[in-house]
């Protein structure tokens, strides 16, 4: 998890939603911006990770941008807006295994099978004969 927030920059408008009269006057609402393609944190291939996963995020500058405006602070707000930008970064960074196909076991088939001639038999015996 690297802190690369020295690199981050924010900016703060006015948030929406429940608040009294404190929401039309105090800009709680903050919105981090980070330019991806200028980081000095993260090697160029990581970057290019994070421009993959991330596109969606990412304008057409190359910043991404998060919108927080969960608390009525603008400091909390900021607070959780690095927390959010972290854990998003850290996330598009992790590479899944990759899945290795196996066959299945000679035990499972004669499973399957068996099963299948249980329900097969069963169905069978309903039947009306004659």
Sequence with gaps: MKDFSKELSFKTSRSSGAGGQNVNKV???VTVLWKVAESEFFSEDQKKIIQ??????INAEGILFLNVS???T???NKNKAIEKIIELVDKALIIPKKRTATNPSKGQKQKRLDNKKKLSDKKENRRFKF
């Design 27 to 29: 800009e709680t609402a």
């Design 52 to 57: 993959d996963k991330l596109k969606n995020r």
């Design 70 to 72: 969960e608390s009525r």
């Design 74 to 76: 603008q400091l909390m």
